[in-house]
């Protein structure tokens, strides 16, 4: 059962390689963090922050390239969880069906936030990664 | 006219922020610099030395994309140069159709360089952009 979550806060450390986002549970308590590299993390934060930029970034290209080729960002799910790893995959609709892309849950962020789609989270996925703080 | 290109060196910094890339005129002489983000910088560097990751990194990501909506990269071309800003478009083959996608020469490069696309330049961008040294 997927659950929606939505960005609440990105830690962008300039002193060592840490940096992490941190998911809120729509209309509920649960949080989860998950690290991100710096490119993602500075990524997201300037779509959130709404920064322009003139010439498309890497995730604008990829939000371009789907919608020129037919299809539609529906949203994004983080769907399982091993090793420490999350997956996730961008769902895209096209022609009435939908297209999964396996991709790392960092670039799916990006490219929600690029384009406003929904966050989900597999409910087995936010029991195991549960934010404690 | 376009002018068919190949990567001849990739220069990484570490300790300023100046990364480029050198595309050298296949079966010529011209060649030419263009400045890359860090970012890109590595990501081209980690294809070209066929260093495996064990999740898709965001260019991998763009292919996959291409791919699963039924598209195949057919090259990529850098069309303009405007106030020292170089302009691309990645072209995909969908459907017997060409579909153009704006895009920074460093991502296309890196796409490019990851699904062994060709790469061109036009002529008049050559010329203008030829490397002195």
């Known amino acids: 059962m997927p659950i ?6 990105i830690v962008i450390s300039e002193v060592d390689d840490h940096q992490y986002v ?16 710096i490119f993602e993390a500075t990524s997201i934060d300037r779509r959130v922050k709404g920064l322009e930029t003139p010439r498309p970034l890497t995730h604008d290209l990829i939000v371009s390239a789907i919608e020129q080729l037919g299809g539609e960002v529906q949203d994004m799910l983080i769907n399982d969880l091993h090793e420490h790893t999350f997956f996730a995959v961008l769902r895209v609709r096209k022609d009435g069906e939908l297209v999964e892309i396996d991709c790392r849950p960092s670039d799916a962020l990006a490219v ?8 989900f989270v597999n409910e087995s996925v936010l029991g195991e990664a549960l934010d404690d703080e």
């Open 22 to 37: 941190v998911l809120n549970e729509v209309g509920g308590e649960r949080s989860m963090p998950i690290v991100v590299g």
């Open 4 to 9: 929606q979550m939505e960005l609440r806060r």
């Open 112 to 119: 929600a936030v690029a384009c406003r789609a929904p966050i």
